[in-house]
């Protein structure tokens, strides 16, 4: 089981408190309607899947309720850092 310490809440809690909310930092097309059917599709439904050091959001869902991002190796499930919303890794 993980433990994950977050941001705003300051503490580090179980896995059990949290939900996963996928791949950090994907950016949503500036020009929806200019955006090709192609590009709109990559956007909603296409996410890297890495082996290794991977960004990804998580929900404090029994307590702050704030997403907020985590770097996890998704090998190993090592946490190797958490940070606010809008906060660089
Ligand atoms: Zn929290």
Known sequence: MLHIHCPYCRESRSE??????????IQRPSRPAQTS?????????????????????????????RYFNVVRDTVSYAILKTYAMGEEP
């Open 16 to 25: 059990e408190e949290f939900a996963y909310g996928g791949e950090a930092h």
């Open 37 to 65: 059917e192609r590009e709109w599709g990559d956007y909603l439904h296409f996410r890297k899947g890495t082996r290794g050091v991977h960004r990804e959001m998580w929900f404090h869902v029994a307590g702050c309720r």
